[in-house]
């Protein structure tokens, strides 16, 4: 067991820690409500008009971010790492996602090409400041501490999550309360999770210090190494084989998991037939266990080990799968969806720690963008792969939900070829 003060690097507080969390507690209002709950729902069902290609121009949207975020996601890192001024970028990343969310508020029927337009830039800037955020983990974690300082993250990221669904629900209860119709009232979710993400992510942006040092060498440099190093995130993987394999891992787990994030409220309401309050209601709840799920394997992790751990979150999103695809019932679905709360928190959690493991210092930022080129390409795969399964098969969601768990299989079988470095338990 290890006290609160030496989990951490010399000179880092509680207090800091602390601050560095409150970034995921911000963000996550993010994914909870305009990727997973509400505006995913309402983007198929009022700005697509339930069209039959509704569900796939809402996973194509999401594809074409992630695609963007793969281009731009190494530039930043590289700037990032070489400039030594991963909160200045942290900043403006996070500034261009709340107001391009906070925007989304006026869309509504008619306005599909400034909603997709709006859908991208949000999150592609969401995607770049997840990246920065993690890589001040290993700043401010002992090696050792690293998946019980990311489970804090996780953990206090999902009440965040709570907090803005919360607020939904209150803006959706009172619009009902008013008699308007949803394409009245559902937008302005938006505004109230933008809202929450900047506010939540101030005490991130000034109090977390900057511990990186910069490189000292001039933009022309910079911008030539930016080149170079967009093809590094490929030479560092042939340079570190054993994180090649947990990327290629990364890529196909994170594909089941970026399907759930982003179509789990259209499942519930096409198939499951749930109503957005009742919705709203299943996420919130959700949320809590997976805020648990992050909390408590964060410390089975650190006991357990990184491999271990990450096989059992990975199993337990295959037992959501399957369940999910055969629920005939509100009952058997609350329980699929929950399980899936702690897989998601404790799945994401162990990812994050386990990448602190392979980075060296000073490569921090670049290989916390190796991860993420193969978490966007699992946000890029699982999306367009369900969405292209219910276009051929006329809005078939449970064979979509059956393919998304073939990808967790997938991962699974992968990460038993993963040896990770010696300085850790596995």
């Known amino acids: 067991m290890y006290s609160g003060k030496n989990l951490l690097m010399p000179g880092v507080s509680k207090r800091e820690v602390l ?74 990343m996070t500034g261009i996602c709340c107001m391009s969310t906070a925007t989304l508020a006026y869309t509504g029927p008619g306005t599909l090409a400034s909603a997709v337009i709006l859908i991208i830039i949000s999150n592609t800037a969401f995607n770049a400041g997840v990246s920065l955020n993690s890589a001040f983990l290993s700043e401010l974690a002992k090696p050792e501490a690293f998946g019980k300082v990311s489970g804090w993250g996780w953990s206090f990221g999902y009440l965040g999550g709570i907090v803005s669904l919360a607020a939904c629900l209150l803006i959706v209860f009172e619009g009902q309360k008013a008699g308007l119709p949803a394409d009245v009232y559902v937008p302005y979710t938006a505004m109230s999770t933008a809202t929450i993400f900047f506010v939540m992510a101030l005490p991130m942006l000034l109090y977390v210090k900057e511990r990186s040092k910069p490189k000292n060498i001039s933009f022309e440099k910079t911008f030539k190494r930016i080149r170079k190093e967009s093809a590094d995130s490929f030479r560092l993987l042939k340079r570190y084989p054993e994180f090649l394999k947990f990327c290629a891992c990364g890529l196909f787990y ?40 992050a909390f408590v394997f964060g410390y089975v992790q650190d006991r357990l080990g990184h491999k271990k751990t990450l096989a059992l979150t990975i199993l337990l999103w295959i037992v959501m799968g399957v369940m999910a695809a055969f629920s005939q019932g509100p009952v058997t679905f609350w329980i699929a969806a929950n399980i899936a709360g702690v897989a998601m928190g404790s799945s994401q959690s162990a990812g994050r720690a386990v990448v602190a493991v392979f980075a060296p210092a000073g490569e921090l930022a670049q290989f916390y963008s190796a991860w993420n080129v193969a978490v966007w390409g699992a946000n890029v795969l699982g999306p367009i792969t369900y969405g292209t399964v219910t276009w051929l098969t006329s809005g078939d969601q449970r064979t979509a939900i059956l393919v998304t768990t073939l990808f967790f299989v997938i991962g699974l079988l992968i990460l038993r070829w993963v040896r990770l470095p010696s300085k850790t338990s596995c």
């Open 19 to 92: 601050a560095w969390a409150s970034y995921d507690f911000a963000n996550s209002g993010y994914t909870t409500v305009i990727l997973t709950a509400v505006y995913n729902a309402f983007f198929v069902s009022v700005v697509a008009e339930n069209a039959v290609w509704a569900t796939f121009a809402w996973t194509l949207t999401i594809t074409l971010s992630n695609l963007l975020s793969i281009a731009v996601i190494p530039v930043i890192s590289a700037l990032a790492d070489a400039k030594a001024n991963k909160r200045f970028w942290l900043a403006v």
């Open 254 to 293: 994170q594909a089941g998991i970026a399907v759930v994030i982003t179509l789990s409220a259209v499942y519930a309401q096409l198939v499951m037939k749930f109503t957005t309050a009742q919705t709203i209601s299943l996420i919130l709840v959700v949320n809590i266990t997976a805020a648990i799920g």
